[in-house]
């Protein structure tokens, strides 16, 4: 059973610093990789998505990378900012669907 | 981009009444689709995949005679909670796959929050 661990579950900085979120999974039958942001009480905001044949996917401030190899996939957060404190998800995405790692829960403070 | 709704986005009712949650495909055809539970501090959790015109495939340990899964056409699925209890309280999300596009890619709705009194 495939399963998604994410590291570390929490994280506190001062704004402004860059960050970095693992995600680690156990399964190399990959179709996609998802990052996600949740905010308390509501839905999901797919923030990138990276297909199995690529490495790295781009967008404003963020970038996330994925390694088959070695089953990790990394969100990169550039100059964070108190706007960007959520719970950040990372799904495996298989032929199963997408199985959710518990998040890490991210606090920018201002 | 492509827009899911569900419907309603909170529901509060009595132990034993059947609660049924709409979730649409605003902008695109879903030939699949998927319902997720979240319970607080919790990750989510697949409870199903839908296709539509045949019948879910659930998850280990979701019971599909509790939680009646509906996926009559390309744009609506719902998720009927039989006989909810105070355990089934709980948040429902729903995703949807576009059946034209080849990346995969799932959507998600905004998510229903149950509460069973």
């Known amino acids: 059973k495939q399963e998604v661990t994410q590291i570390p579950a929490a994280l506190s900085v001062p704004e402004g610093e860059n960050l970095v979120l693992n995600c680690s999974f156990t399964d190399s039958a990959i179709y996609n990789l998802q990052w996600f942001r949740q905010d308390p009480g509501k839905g999901l905001t797919s923030l990138l998505l990276?297909?199995?044949?690529?490495r790295e996917q781009t967008s404003g401030r963020l970038n996330a990378s994925l390694d088959k190899s070695s089953g990790r996939s990394t969100l990169y957060i550039a100059a964070s900012q108190p706007g960007d404190s959520a719970t950040y998800l990372c799904?495996?995405?298989?032929?199963?669907?997408?199985?959710f790692g518990k998040g890490t829960h991210l606090i920018i403070q201002p | 981009g492509a827009v899911v709704s569900q419907h309603p986005s909170w529901v509060i009712c009595k132990s034993g009444t059947s609660v049924k949650i709409e979730c649409r495909s605003l902008?695109?055809?879903?030939?699949?689709m998927f319902w997720y539970r979240q319970f607080p501090k919790q990750s989510l959790m697949l409870m199903a995949t839908s296709n539509e015109g045949s019948k879910a495939t659930y998850e280990q340990g979701v019971e599909k005679d509790k939680f009646l899964i509906n996926h009559a056409s390309l744009t609506l699925s719902t998720l009927t909670v039989t006989s909810a209890h105070p355990e089934d309280s709980s948040f429902y999300i729903c995703?949807?796959?576009?059946?034209?596009?080849?990346?995969?890619?799932?959507?998600f709705g905004p998510g229903t929050r149950l509460t069973v009194l």
């Open positions: 799904a495996f995405g298989g032929a199963d669907g997408l199985t």
């Open positions: 990276i297909q199995s044949s690529q």
């Open positions: 995703s949807a796959r576009d059946g034209t596009s080849g990346s995969g890619e799932q959507f």
């Open positions: 902008d695109f055809q879903a030939t699949t």
